[in-house]
């Protein structure tokens, strides 16, 4: 009996194999030689790259300061601050002490300058309200680490390649390195400490996991390892590098952590929110999540709760894990409802939705105007038709344009058309017409023209 386990099993694995030599990143890799050479190229802060460094500051400050997400995309395009943290990475995964020493330092000056050049900024600016984009960069989530790390990972991918890849410049927008540090500077500008904080951490977790990132890339791609010829020297550095990689890592791994922990919260009290306090009589006006105290804050409007309903409410909160935490409530005969915050919040709402209602009503009113000005365009130009026509065919008298539906005897859709008569002294020939009818639709641009030629005596005016 022959076993055929073989030839079953062969044309499996080899189709196997053929699907992931697709997912190969050796295929196309760039040589060992070139590929160290681009990134430690982009570690070097001298020359024309500092100056450059100072105009993107200066874009995204401006960018921040007006509020502007194209001006803040265009100086995270050509910021060259992920150079340096490529080239930390670079050298920690080859044993390079001097490339991690000089990469860092410059991230450093590089770091420095963006802090004071944006201060400055911020400093003589007159604009000096934290908008939306300034805000957005002051509380970083889970999500932030996320993105540092893949757009990292992504990062090397792009410049490891054989042929230059356009990756580059769509990871320094997606990791926003320029933004937190501009923003750190507005925190400075303004004495507003908390903004300085927050935008230093954003800044902080992608530095940290886009280095990551290249370490974990530059492993992959078995680039060969810088040897020493004393084996002190190599146990000393590597010893260094070692500590710097865990020193490095141990911060991020905690911020990693409790921003998830924080999401965690903050998305388990919106379910319990959405979930405990749906009532028919009351609402949730506002609601206010604190991960780090454990705290859920709500204002209520409507008949308030009684003590006993608020009592079973807690008891859930273990339920929704969410055990500790301590729920306050505020309600409509509170005199600790903030009044005022809860109109602001209502008239908020009610003018983003008037400005939604007007921006669809604008954009209704201009399809409007374009369909009647094209439908009216025609008829404006009705006294150039007759002369041109006139000019060509002096036994023209008078023309008559109008639009009109045709309507069929079947059950079709109705069509509309453009009517042309021509009245005319004596018989025009049918060549004459031919050539009318063929002219009048280009002038018009559509085959949709019914066209009526009648022959009348001549009037001494001729009307249009």
């Known amino acids: 009996m022959v076993d055929q386990s073989n030839n079953v099993t062969s044309p499996v694995v080899r189709r196997l194999k053929n699907i992931l030599n697709h997912f190969s990143l050796l295929s196309d890799k760039a040589e060992d030689d070139e590929i160290e050479r681009r990134i430690r190229h982009g570690v070097d802060l001298s020359g024309s790259t500092p100056w450059i460094l100072i105009f993107a500051i200066l874009i995204a400050s401006v960018g921040l300061n007006v509020n ?152 992959i791609l078995k680039l060969k390892q810088h040897g020493f010829t004393d084996q002190k020297v190599e146990r000393r550095v590597k010893i260094s590098l070692f500590i710097i990689a865990f020193g490095t890592a141990i911060p991020s791994a905690y911020l990693a952590i409790n921003l998830v922990n924080d999401e965690v919260f903050k998305s388990n009290a919106n379910k319990f929110i959405a979930s405990e306090f749906s009532f028919k009589d009351t609402q949730v006006a506002n609601s206010k999540i604190n991960p780090k105290t454990h ?52 008239l908020s709402d009610l003018y983003l939705n008037g400005q939604e209602a007007l921006q669809k009503k604008d954009e209704q009113v201009k399809k409007l105007q374009q369909e009647i000005a094209s439908k009216t365009a025609i008829f404006v130009k009705a006294d150039d038709i007759f002369a041109e026509l006139h000019a060509q065919y002096p036994d023209i008298l008078s023309i008559f344009i109008g639009q009109g539906i045709n309507i069929p005897s079947s059950h079709n859709k109705n069509k509309q058309f453009i009517q042309l008569s021509v009245h005319s002294s004596k018989i025009l020939s049918k060549a004459d017409k031919t050539r009318i009818e063929n002219w009048f639709k280009v002038r018009v641009k559509t085959e949709d023209v019914l066209f009526n030629f009648v022959v009348e005596k001549p009037n001494p005016v001729n009307p249009v």
């Open 295 to 346: 705290t859920i804050e709500l204002a209520l409007i409507g008949l308030p709760l009684s003590k006993s309903t608020l009592e079973n409410i807690e008891r859930h909160l273990a339920i929704a894990q969410l055990e500790g935490t301590k729920i306050i409530v505020h309600q409509t005969n509170d005199n600790k409802v903030d009044v005022t915050a809860l109109k602001a919040g209502l």
């Open 68 to 219: 502007s997400t194209a001006v803040i995309i265009g100086a995270m395009l050509i910021s060259p601050l992920m150079g340096p943290i490529m080239g930390a990475g670079l050298g920690v995964a080859v044993y390079d002490f001097d490339l991690v020493k000089r990469a860092l330092s410059n991230l450093f000056i590089a770091t420095v300058i963006s802090l004071i050049v944006s201060a400055s900024y911020f400093s003589l600016s007159p604009l000096q309200d934290a908008r939306s984009e300034i805000l957005s960069r002051i509380s970083p989530t889970i999500w932030d680490v996320l993105i540092a790390l893949f757009g990292g990972l992504a990062g090397l991918i792009g410049i490891t390649r054989k042929e230059k890849s356009n990756v580059i410049p769509g990871v320094a927008i997606a990791t926003a390195l320029m933004p937190p540090v501009c923003t750190a500077g507005f925190g400075i500008a303004t004495g507003q400490w908390s903004f300085v904080g927050g935008a230093l951490y954003l800044y902080t977790i992608n530095c940290v996991f886009i280095g990551l990132a290249t370490v974990i890339g530059i492993r």
